[in-house]
């Protein structure tokens, strides 16, 4: 029979006394690993060496304190074998909350001190980060979570820290604060290592029964996560306040007997509870009580609340350059991971037939036991015989442990649609002992947030209930099943088949598809030009989201040969332009090449075309203002717009001189404005802001029209524009006698005429001399001069 289920009923009281806690068994294990590797206790005595140096060095500065703040990356490994030992985000966030306070001194009872002993309480500059960045430069939170078939693990041994004794492989010591949580035997609250010992047993352990600050798990005493903070200070060099019992008690041997430090008085033996002014030594020349609120004694948590300023130098020198924690100083575990790559393109499709792990994928096996492994032979959805991936939960009793079948990271940013199919095939055991299945998204290099298939038991089954080893023997044992992923189109994304062991049966997966649909390639739109000088100018237009490159095309107007170039980026800077107007465009390359645009609409500048500079007003009335600026080169006129400062609507108007008379303004109102050049067939960008106030009051009645209508300008309309053959002109605004020029874009007037009297207010234009391009109509009658652009086709 498979399955033996055997149900112990235990009544019994579980009293814990302070006595029977042995909070802290981090000497134990130094003195194990001395044994183990007797170089390790020279590395210790080299660091003493070390540290009594730097302190002798700081007490010599004038500023003997260092202000910069360390800030080390922690990863907490959770090790559970039941519910309560997985401890949840929360008690995680609470117990890192409790060491950035207790390491700056900004813990809410700091006014518990003592007073002989406030003086000698100090901030040791040091915070904590859960890891953002895991050892191969990926988004983490900094905790990671591991089912163990150990109930509890012995306290004499390193067993929490290697995936082959059933608990987690740590991360790089030089660059993170390996924390295992998870229960131990013997009382045992915890232990540490202190610097230099080997990266594979560095870092803290601690049992879930004192880790947070938060929660109902907590041990009486213990609730206040000091336990932590105890440990920590043993990692960061600090011996027990009553380490060589009464050992130091003079100012010539505290330095180098107890625990190294002279401004945290003697004491005889570990301090338990919370007591009352204990003095279990005598010092000279002056006798201290004992501190028993120091974070390195045993107390209990809300009795505890310093560290000394001589624990904090200790602490210190691991810091400085040369110091045995100086790696972490660099470390880049709690900054941004690098930007996220762009993986592999649709479609992808993984039917097994290749080698296994099949190329981009990568298995994740948590526990080191059974996982993710290929299946050679079985009848596949089609009916024939194929390979697959499976998980053995048949022969896997780890109820609850979970084994990760990873994607490569998957591009779908040019893609307005996705699917995600695979066929499954599964057998529960039966009700009782049943597996699981998930499919979860990593959204854009994040975290596997997002779950988008959650079946288990009989809802996963494909078959009936199977009390034998499953092996899909027939087409119909398999279920295909589809996935919308249409909310990720457009972004990068990482797909994992999560397997959650029940000690069930086989887990079957094959022909993994993932189709989408391309998003169109559209041309870019906005192109604009900045930085003009004689010879160079910047080209500008908005991205397309799913272009790998764009396509600039560019010459001067009025020629016919394109200079063409391919960029990745969304502006080019081009130089050694010589002549007065260019046009140019753009299109999009999608899909690495395989598809491209339309061309973009022409855009035309000229290099020498500059805006204007030296704004100014004068003659402001209420209702009235005299604008100015200074002349530009090659100008054939300038665009005025003004408004109502902070609205949104631009009012523009045309002028021929550097100089403008507004009318028709709101008096006690603040205005801005700004202007542009035109120089044919460009213009430049507008100048700089200026602003002016009317004056008079708001009760004032404004005259006119607003801001830069009120003067009689004559009109001009030209249609059809483009035109090809004949065009015609309405005028308005006119003397009878005025004059008609036709220029071209480069300024040159190819056709002029004298009107002395026009019946009518139009006339007609013919254009069949004319080359294709554009031109610009002026119309001047001695008073006012209005100049209107126009296109032959």
Same mark, same amino acid.
């Given at each position: ?15 814990? &006394? ?27 005595? $080299? ?36 519910? $309560? ?10 117990? #890192? ?15 518990? +001190? ?34 163990? =078939? ?118 005889? %033996? ?46 210190? $020198? ?20 690098? $930007?996220?790559? &762009? ?26 036991? =059974? ?29 609850? @442990? ?12 040019? /893609?307005?649609?996705? +699917? ?25 290099? =994040? ?34 099943? +589809?996935? @919308? !992923? ?39 739109? %906005? ?10 100018? +910047? ?18 107007? @009025?020629? &016919? ?32 090449? =395989? ?17 204007? #500079? ?74 700089? !802001? ?53 220029? @071209? ?7 002029? /005429? ?40």
């Amino acid at each position: 029979m498979k399955r033996i289920l055997f149900l112990f009923l235990l009544t019994g009281i579980c009293i814990f &006394s302070v006595q029977s806690q042995e909070p802290c068994k981090t000497m134990d294990h130094i003195a194990l690993q001395d044994q183990i590797d007797p170089d390790y206790a020279k590395r210790r005595a $080299a660091l003493e060496k070390f540290t009594n140096n730097f302190i002798q060095s700081q007490s010599a500065a004038a500023n003997n304190r260092n202000s910069a703040i360390v800030t080390i990356p922690v990863v907490v490994h959770i090790l559970y074998n039941n519910a $309560a030992s997985n401890l949840s985000d929360n008690v995680v966030y609470s117990q #890192i909350d409790v060491l950035n306070e207790d390491f700056r001194r900004l813990n809410a009872d700091t006014n518990q +001190t003592r007073s002989m002993f406030q003086s000698v309480a100090g901030d040791p500059l040091i915070e904590f980060c859960l890891a953002t960045t895991d050892p191969s430069g990926n988004p983490t939170d900094g905790i990671t979570r591991t089912f163990t =078939n150990t109930t509890s693990f012995d306290s004499n041994t390193n067993d929490m820290k290697s995936a082959s004794s059933g608990g987690k492989d740590p991360w790089p010591a030089a660059q993170y604060l390996n924390v295992w949580v998870c229960e131990l035997q013997g009382n045992v609250l915890g232990f540490a290592y202190f610097p230099g010992a080997p990266a594979s047993i560095d870092g803290i352990v601690c049992d879930p029964n004192v880790f947070g600050a938060t929660g109902s798990h907590l041990l009486s005493g213990y609730q206040d996560g000091r336990t932590m903070t105890h440990e920590v200070g043993h990692y960061l060099n600090l011996y027990h306040t009553f380490n060589d019992a009464c050992a130091g008690t003079s100012a010539s041997s505290c330095g180098n007997s107890g625990d190294r430090v002279c401004d945290t008085p003697p004491v005889a %033996n570990a301090t338990f509870g919370c007591p009352s002014n204990p003095n279990t030594c005598t010092e000279t020349p002056v006798d201290e009580v004992d501190m028993y609120e120091n974070y390195m004694d045993y107390t209990y948590d809300n009795c505890k609340n310093l560290f000394t300023n001589g624990q904090i130098s200790r602490m210190q $020198a691991l810091f400085s350059q040369g110091g045995l924690r100086y790696s972490l100083v660099n470390s880049s575990g709690c900054s941004l991971p690098s $930007a996220c790559d &762009s993986g592999q393109t649709l479609p992808l499709m993984e039917d097994f037939q290749g080698s296994f792990v099949p190329q981009g994928w990568t298995i994740e096996n948590p526990d080191g036991s =059974n996982t993710w492994q290929l299946a050679a032979s079985v009848t596949g959805a089609s009916g024939g015989s194929t390979r697959a991936t499976f998980v053995d939960n048949f022969t896997y009793n780890a109820s609850g @442990n979970e084994d990760y079948f990873v994607s490569m990271q998957l591009d779908l940013s040019g /893609n307005s649609t996705a +699917t995600l199919t695979f066929d499954v095939a599964y057998a529960q055991y039966d009700n009782t002992y049943s597996d699981g299945m998930r499919v979860e998204i990593a959204p854009n290099c =994040n975290s596997f947030s997002d779950v988008v298939f959650n079946k288990s038991g009989s809802i996963l089954a494909t078959v009936p209930d199977q009390t034998t080893a499953f092996s899909p023997s027939s087409s119909n044992d398999w279920r295909n099943e +589809t996935i @919308n !992923l249409d909310s990720y189109a457009g972004s990068i994304i990482t797909i994992r088949f999560v397997n959650v062991n029940g000690y069930g049966n086989n887990l079957y997966l094959d022909n993994i598809n993932i189709n989408g649909n391309l998003l169109p390639c559209l041309p870019p739109q %906005n192109l604009n030009v900045t930085n003009i000088t004689s010879s160079k100018a +910047t080209l500008n237009w908005d991205p397309v989201s799913n272009a790998t490159s764009y396509v600039i095309q560019g010459r001067a107007l @009025n020629t &016919s040969s394109w200079v063409n170039l391919t960029v990745s980026g969304t502006s080019y800077t081009a130089s050694g332009l010589a002549g007065y107007a260019y046009e140019w465009q753009v299109r999009s390359v999608c899909d690495n090449g =395989n598809s491209t645009s339309a061309y973009s609409p022409l855009d035309t500048f000229g290099v020498g075309c500059h805006a204007p #500079i030296q704004l100014s007003t004068s003659n402001i009335t209420n209702n009235s203002v005299q604008l100015h600026w200074s002349p530009v080169p090659g100008a054939f006129f300038y665009i005025i717009r003004g408004r109502v400062s902070g609205s949104s609507a631009w009012v523009s108007i045309q002028s021929l001189s550097t100089t403008y008379f507004a009318i028709g303004l709101s008096p006690n109102t603040s205005y801005e404005w700004q202007v542009r050049t035109n120089c044919g067939s460009y213009s430049s960008s507008f100048s700089y !802001l200026n602003t002016f106030s009317t004056t008079g009051s708001s009760s004032s009645s404004a005259i006119g029209n607003p801001m830069f209508e009120g003067n009689d300008e004559g009109k001009i309309l030209i249609y059809p524009n483009p035109a090809s053959q004949k065009a015609t002109i309405q005028m308005a605004g006119f003397e009878e006698q005025f004059r008609l020029e036709l220029m @071209n874009a480069l300024g040159q007037v190819v056709y002029t /005429n004298e009107y002395y009297e026009m019946s009518g207010n139009t006339l007609q234009l013919d254009l069949k001399e004319l080359q294709s391009g554009i031109y610009f109509c002026r119309i001047t009658d001695g008073k006012k001069e209005v100049v209107k652009k126009f296109i032959k086709e």
